[in-house]
């Protein structure tokens, strides 16, 4: 008998300090806002006290608060961040009023897309040599700049052989012509 007294106090007592708190986040527009991380604030030193995240339908429960001074904060993507009243949890449970979110004005500015073709492309019938926009390129002729090429090489009588394989003998420009 004791004990089951002892409990019954115990919840009465766990209840009358702890109470809960409830309310709706929604748009401008006043539809609810599904996925809306909702913090609790002391208002002491603003430290966050719980969290929630708004059902489908916006509304959002904190229970087992402690008496004290409060208010809810309401952050979303694409919405700015929303702030209630200061309120002050007693002996009863709260509702507080609908939270309500507007929209950021956050424009995209211009995007440039840029590429770059790689330094080499090894193709089943040949390698490409990209040379453009590497610093290889300025001031080379076409025979400079195959010998600065990774797996290029030339002999003494300027033949080139790509990765050990020879690709031929020059023409009268000095190089071979790939089409």
């Known amino acids: 008998m004791r ?16 109470q809960k708190i409830s309310g709706v986040a929604k748009d401008d527009n006043g539809t609810p806002l599904n996925g809306t991380t909702i913090s609790l604030h002391r208002t002491t030193d603003s430290a966050v006290v719980k969290l929630a995240v708004s059902k489908e339908n916006g509304s959002y429960t904190f229970s ?28 009863s449970d709260i509702i507080l009023p609908e939270i309500k979110m507007s929209k950021a004005a956050a424009a ?8 770059k073709k790689p330094m080499v492309e090894v193709k ?5 040599l990209n040379v453009e926009g590497t610093i290889n390129s300025t001031g080379s002729n076409a025979l ?36």
Do not use: H, M, W
Request: net charge positive; hydrophobic share 35%.
């Open 3 to 18: 004990t089951i007294f002892l409990s019954l106090l115990t919840a009465i007592t766990f209840y009358a300090q702890a």
């Open 64 to 91: 087992g608060i402690k008496e004290g001074n409060y208010k809810v904060s309401a952050s979303n993507v694409g919405y700015k961040t929303a702030f209630s009243d200061v309120f002050t949890v007693a002996a």
């Open 108 to 115: 995209l500015g211009n995007v440039t897309v840029t590429s």
């Open 124 to 128: 089943a019938d040949k390698t490409i």
């Open 144 to 179: 400079e700049l195959l010998r600065k090429s990774p797996g290029v090489s030339l002999d003494k009588d300027e033949n080139i052989s790509l990765a050990g394989k020879n690709t031929g003998n020059k023409n009268e420009q000095g190089c071979r012509c790939i089409e």
